[in-house]
C-alpha cells in the first residue's frame, strides 16, 4: 500500500494549489481518505476528509469554504483543490487512507488512528 502527495509549493497569499494524492497497490474505492497538515512545532491536524464512494465530505473549520476534497477512484487518486490560501496554512500536507466503515468513520473521520495508511507528504508554503 502506497500513497503519494504530490502538488505542493510556494504560492503568495489568496493564491491557490490542487494537491493530488495517487494511491498504488491497492483497490483506492475501499478506502476512505483523508488529508491532514503538520506545520512547523505543530500537532498533525485533520483538515478534510471523503468516504470512500464520494458521498460525503468533511472539512476542518479553518478551511471550509476554501478546500474541497474529491477524488477520482478510476484514477487511484484524491485531491485538496485550495484557494484563498493564507499564511496560516503553510504545513507539510499529507493523505491518508482508512478502511472504517462508513458509519464509524463519520465519527473519526478527523482522528488520526482512523488511518492505517500515509503518504509522506507534501510542503505548501503561502507568503504574505
Known amino acids: 500500500v502506497q500513497l503519494q502527495a504530490s502538488g505542493g509549493g510556494l504560492v503568495q497569499a489568496g493564491g491557490s494549489l490542487r494537491l493530488a494524492c495517487t494511491a498504488s497497490?491497492?483497490?483506492?474505492?475501499?478506502?476512505?481518505m483523508g488529508w491532514f497538515r503538520q506545520a512547523p512545532g505543530k500537532e498533525r491536524e485533520f483538515v478534510a476528509a471523503?468516504?470512500?464512494?464520494?458521498?460525503?465530505?468533511y472539512y476542518a473549520d479553518s478551511v471550509k469554504g476554501r478546500f474541497t476534497i474529491s477524488r477520482e477512484n478510476a484514477k487511484n487518486t484524491g485531491y485538496l483543490q485550495m484557494i484563498s490560501l493564507k499564511p496560516e496554512d503553510t504545513a507539510v500536507y499529507y493523505c491518508?487512507?482508512?478502511?472504517?466503515?462508513?458509519?464509524?468513520?463519520?465519527?473519526?473521520?478527523?482522528?488520526?488512528?482512523?488511518?492505517?495508511?500515509w503518504g509522506q507528504g507534501t510542503q505548501v508554503t503561502v507568503s504574505s
Open positions: 491518508a487512507a482508512s478502511t472504517r466503515v462508513s458509519s464509524y468513520y463519520d465519527k473519526s473521520h478527523d482522528e488520526l488512528s482512523a488511518y492505517g495508511y
Open positions: 497497490g491497492f483497490i483506492f474505492s475501499n478506502y476512505n
Open positions: 471523503i468516504r470512500r464512494s464520494g458521498g460525503r465530505e
